[in-house]
Nanobody, 127 residues
């Protein structure tokens, strides 16, 4: 059974940092794009960041809203992807989901393309 399990969410203050992890099991994800999405209350799920598969160069991609503040990385040997979030803002508050799929580059930011999903972890940025 394929599973993605996120961890690391929590309550932080504006300007703080937080690191999320997503551990995959049930198969190897080396040839999959691993991504993070988030969904705030009353809003649609949105793309945050993605790490391309090794076979496709392993490039990273970011939403404009997090570029320069967030960093995605992956440990292929442990089937794990990370999201380092710095300079957090209240608008970063959302449930963060890990996803795995094999999208073409032009569809990288589309949640519907991703086959496997984690259960989500809450990130709250507030004073």
């Amino acid at each position: 059974q394929v599973q993605l399990v996120e961890s690391g969410g929590g309550l932080v203050q504006p300007g703080d940092s937080l690191s999320l992890s997503c551990a995959g099991s049930g198969r190897t994800f080396a040839d999959y794009t691993m991504a993070w999405f988030r969904q705030a209350p009353g809003k649609e799920r949105e793309f945050v960041a993605a790490s391309g598969s090794r076979s496709k160069g392993g490039n990273t991609y970011y939403a404009d809203s997090v570029k320069g503040r967030f960093a995605i990385s992956r440990d292929g040997t442990k089937n794990t992807v990370f999201l380092q979030m710095n300079s957090l803002k209240p608008e970063d508050t959302a449930v963060y989901y890990c996803a795995a799929g094999q999208p073409i580059l032009s569809a990288l930011r589309m949640s519907s393309i991703y086959r496997f999903w984690g259960q989500g972890t809450q990130v709250t940025v507030s004073t």
